[in-house]
């Protein structure tokens, strides 16, 4: 909120960018990809980018990835040589950044550069106002009498009209329950749309019709439910790309869902913290899954903020004046 009070008054004139930091370094992924032959893409991409802002600021600043880790230091100090301002916002102090990371010993001399060329401010409270906010605003729901709350939370965005079954045409005469639904809004358990035999076509199907899901009992995701992991996270892909608005019940929040699934490259560090062997027995060896988390947990954090619902509820009154229409 700071960061970006701070971005909105600054002149329009004044080349400056905000983005997520994964974004930002997908995007920079991108940009190295692109000029691969060079002898030394990275000072490239970082003309190129002090070239577009002399501004940046970041959101989230939190390296998991030891592909973006190898690379920040010299990325960097190219574009502070450049006169670039970096703001940026992190749930982990600068010491802490990358804390457990593959070859940690070489994301160091980053972590130095960062204390000398930025302030370091702790906005520090003993209240995470992001829980407060999504158990009483009421879009993500975990912990004790989640699915109530859910359950309430749907009543009211559906006016108290009488929920009622209902039937989606998927592909090629396929047709998908809908056990509960009322005002464009659906409501399922998590083992209707996640542990049945359902893809992408199915969730395609359903969003063509609704423009809000309630599902109830999200679990933590490990080896024991691996494929439902795949489908959930499939699933999430496509609300984002349809712009859906999520309430939902879970086990954890979005950061603790998967903290099970790892990649190949992290299994041991993840099976070295553990506390007991059935934890162990329950992680979730699998590059791709370990790889997608990512996205899901970005995704499903910006379903549930601010302008994501602002968003959403502009398109609601669209769909509300084509449904009376139809």
């Known amino acids: 909120m700071l960061m970006d009070l701070f971005y909105d008054e600054l002149p329009k004139s004044w080349k400056k960018r905000r983005t997520h930091f994964h974004d930002f370094m997908l995007n920079v992924h991108s940009r190295l ?3 691969r032959n060079l002898s030394d893409p990275l000072r490239i991409v970082a003309e190129d980018l002090s070239k577009e802002a002399v501004l940046l600021c970041l959101d989230e600043f939190m390296v998991t990835d030891v592909a973006d880790a190898l690379i920040l230091n010299r990325l960097f100090g190219h574009l502070f040589q450049r006169g670039i301002v970096l703001v940026t916002t992190s749930n982990r102090a600068p ?9 940690r010993d070489l994301f160091l001399p980053f972590i130095a550069l960062l204390k000398d060329r930025c302030i370091i401010h702790e906005i520090g409270s003993s209240v995470d106002y992001r829980k407060l906010s999504s158990n009483e605003g009421g879009f993500y729901f975990c ?4 699915g109530d709350l859910l359950k309430e939370k749907f009543r009211v965005i559906t006016d108290g009209n009488l929920a009622k079954p209902a039937v989606v045409e998927v592909v090629m005469g396929r047709k998908l329950q809908v056990p509960f639904s009322a005002n464009g809004c659906a409501f399922f358990q998590f083992h209707e749309l996640c542990e049945m035999p359902l893809g992408a076509a199915d969730y395609i199907g359903l969003f063509k019709k609704f423009h809000t899901l309630a599902l109830e009992g999200i679990p933590s995701f490990g080896s024991h439910n691996r494929v439902a992991a795949y489908r959930f996270v499939t699933l999430i892909d496509v609300m984002y790309e349809n712009r859906a608005r999520l309430l939902c019940s879970a086990e954890d929040e979005p950061t603790g869902l998967f903290k099970r699934c790892v990649t190949i490259a992290d299994a041991p560090k993840a099976r070295s913290s553990r506390a007991s062997k059935s934890e162990d027995a329950d992680v979730c060896v699998d590059n791709e899954l ?8 970005s995704r499903l954090t910006e379903m549930i903020s601010r302008p994501y619902l602002e968003e959403h509820a502009t398109k609601i009154a669209h769909w509300s004046q084509q449904y009376q229409h139809s």
């Open 95 to 103: 010491d802490k950044l990358y804390e457990g990371g593959l070859q």
């Open 290 to 297: 370990g790889f997608a988390k990512e996205r899901t947990i």
């Open 33 to 35: 990809q692109k000029q």
């Open 143 to 146: 912990g004790e009498g989640a």
